[in-house]
């Protein structure tokens, strides 16, 4: 007569062995999540409102995009250009204190697969252009959020000429006459490609123009300036000369802006450009 073994004198150790295994892959993977917190793209539900940085609705971008959301600006970057496709910030009135530019090398942003580094845009020609500006995030929020500006994905291809040119002016009435005169702006900004783009190291993608959108609400009634700036313009050129509408850098970027405004009160603030700067 063959001898069996119960269930009740089968030894635990197997269940106990397994059981602390699968806590510790489950212990494992907790903690994984904890250490990689910051350098996981925050990647938004379609429509979703980032606080009070973004005026109007997140831009919806016809084209992929990871969600990077930093402490005082919001980036929509695409992996596949390896450039923000829209930057949105705000910049507030009043007393600013001055905020020189930091002594810090551009970062890579560990929360992108691009993974673009400062050393991509060496001998190229171009600068590593700000969309969201470092003077002005810095005098409205601080040094902390004005390194912040430094990583790469708030970065694209710019020649110096406009950077340091009609771009500059323009980040600077932002700040100096915009935000004070109005208490707070909204902005969005970002790249214009063509269909035949050049690309730098590691595949990034250099634009031919840029786009701005400068928005105020003082009054309850949004009034907005728009601007598209080839690469190519002349450095002194007025900010001005390049007012645009909405419609036209929604119709070039494939972005759309503003989306949950009234229908009635977005229709008016995108369909023709200002007549002048305000």
Not at 236 to 265: C, H, M
């Amino acid at each position: 007569m063959s001898k069996t073994t119960s269930s009740a004198n089968r030894s635990p150790w197997p269940l106990i062995l397994g059981m602390l295994l699968v806590l510790g892959v489950l212990g494992g993977c907790v903690y994984w999540q904890l250490q990689q917190g910051p350098q996981v793209a925050a990647t938004a539900p379609a429509g979703e409102i980032a606080g009070p940085i973004i005026f109007g609705g997140e831009p919806r971008a016809a084209e992929p995009v990871t969600i990077l959301r930093n402490k005082n600006y919001v980036v929509g970057y695409s992996e596949a250009r390896r450039d923000p496709l829209w930057v949105a910030y705000r910049l507030t009135g009043g007393r600013h204190p001055s905020a020189p530019r930091p002594k810090v090398p551009f970062q890579p942003d560990l929360r992108t697969t691009a993974r673009v580094t400062t050393h991509d845009y060496e001998r190229s020609g171009y600068d590593r252009g700000h969309m969201a500006p470092s003077h002005a995030i810095g005098a409205c929020f601080g040094p902390e959020a004005q390194l912040e500006t430094f990583l790469m994905t708030n970065i694209c291809p710019q020649l110096h000429t406009l950077n340091a040119g009609t771009w500059e002016q323009l980040e600077k009435l932002e700040l100096d006459d915009f935000a004070t005169r109005f208490t707070q702006v909204w902005i969005f900004d970002g790249p214009v490609f063509s269909d035949r783009s050049v690309d730098l190291r590691s595949n990034i993608q250099v634009p031919r123009a840029f786009y701005k959108i400068i928005v105020e609400d003082h009054a309850g009634t949004p009034q907005t300036l728009a601007f598209i700036m080839p690469q190519n313009i002349p450095s002194d050129d007025p900010p001005a000369k390049y007012l645009t509408s909405i419609q036209d850098i929604e119709g070039k970027t494939r972005i759309v802006f503003l989306w949950q405004l009234p229908k009635d009160v977005e229709t008016k603030v995108k369909s023709s450009p200002a007549r002048s700067m305000w």
